[in-house]
């Protein structure tokens, strides 16, 4: 019963330092996401990934990269962490098909000092 | 894809009250989805309804959809501590994109 599972769950990182989050799904999903979320707000969008080999920008994608290395694993990038991208990170999957939901992860805690 | 719109932004109710959150969309949809968040986890999908439903109940929780005002709620009658979390839509759109795109969301505190 893994579903969507994201690493780390915290992460201190100082300002210029790079990290990778992982997430990989065991639900055979196409579709995943990358997600943040800052105190009070909503989700929004990162980046997202229809297919395997495919990604796609979300509404924030600056300052972010991806890699949809396989069905299951879509990490997210961060070449040069700001404070500003100091957040909430989750990571999402769905099947494609019309009419399903979509599984989350229990996020990932990044702080940029 | 499209962004739903949660109103009101906050709502809080005493224990036992029920409990009405909309959601407002722009352009036709397939489906509407409602999601919950506890207290920053992972949000938990709640129910999803199809274009051409008009209601749908799962529990405590039932969900209108009225696609010529392009709008959804969600009433959560006796309501529980245990409800307190934010709630967010997510309307399907036509398009083949496959984003998902969040409001803001409702967030419920139930009072004891």
């Known amino acids: 019963n893994a579903g969507v599972t994201q690493t780390p769950k915290f992460q201190v990182l100082k300002t210029g330092q790079s990290m990778t989050l992982q997430c990989a799904q065991d639900m055979n999903h196409n579709s995943m996401y990358w997600y943040r979320q800052d105190p009070g707000m909503g989700l929004r969008l990162i980046y997202y990934?229809?297919?395997?080999?495919?990604?796609d920008k979300g509404e924030v994608p600056n300052g972010y990269n991806v890699s949809r290395l396989n069905k299951r694993e879509f990490s997210l990038r961060l070449e040069s962490a700001a404070p500003s991208q100091t957040s909430v990170y989750f990571c999402?999957?769905?099947?494609?098909?019309?009419?399903?939901?979509?599984?989350f992860g229990q996020g990932t805690r990044l702080t940029v000092v | 894809s499209q962004q739903g719109e949660e109103d009101p932004q906050a709502l809080s109710i005493q224990e036992g009250e029920n409990a009405t959150m909309n959601c407002s969309y722009k352009t036709s949809i397939n489906n509407l989805q409602w999601y919950r968040q506890n207290s920053g986890r992972g949000l938990v999908h709640l129910i999803l309804?199809?274009?051409?439903?008009r209601e749908k109940h799962s529990g405590r929780l039932r969900v209108t959809l009225d696609t010529s005002k392009k709008s959804s709620s969600l009433l959560i009658t006796a309501s529980r501590a245990a409800d307190t979390a934010s709630y967010f839509c997510a309307p399907r759109g036509m398009n083949r994109d496959d984003k998902i795109i969040f409001g803001k969301g409702t967030r419920l505190h139930i009072l004891p």
């Open positions: 999402a999957s769905r099947d494609r098909a019309g009419n399903t939901e979509a599984f």
């Open positions: 309804i199809r274009s051409n439903e």
């Open positions: 990934s229809a297919s395997e080999g495919t990604t």
